[in-house]
């Protein structure tokens, strides 16, 4: 069984930035694909962004550009960037493997962003 615990959120201004990290039991992060998901308050959730494990990463249209998902091996983490933040990225967001596995969902950590 795999466990993610993801931190870093809070509540920002419009245009401002945060950094997430995602921590998961065993070197899991060097072995499979992963991806950052998050869900609105009413929406499904989403997907967000994915790193593969060629360190390739693919990203939805929505946060293109503005976000920016790593991995660092040592520290056995995944972040990701998350700059000129927008009212509509608000939600709690999650990581997990990609595809997800529904059993892998963690707790997720709330991102507002609101003036």
């Known amino acids: 069984q795999v466990q993610f615990v993801e931190s870093g959120g809070g509540l920002v201004q419009p245009g401002g930035s945060l950094r997430l990290s995602c921590a998961a039991s065993?070197?899991?992060?060097?072995?499979?694909?992963t991806g950052w998901y998050r869900q609105a308050p009413g929406k499904q959730r989403e997907w967000v962004a994915t790193?593969?494990?060629?360190?390739?990463?693919n990203y939805a249209d929505s946060v293109k550009g503005r976000f920016t998902i790593s991995r660092d091996n040592a520290k056995n983490t995944v972040a990701l960037q998350m700059n000129n933040l927008k009212p509509e990225d608000t939600g709690v967001y999650y990581c997990?493997?990609?595809?997800?596995?529904?059993?892998?969902w963690g707790q997720g950590t709330q991102v507002t962003v609101s003036s």
């Open positions: 065993g070197s899991i992060f060097s072995i499979y694909a």
């Open positions: 997990n493997k990609y595809p997800a596995v529904s059993a892998y």
């Open positions: 790193i593969f494990r060629g360190d390739s990463t």
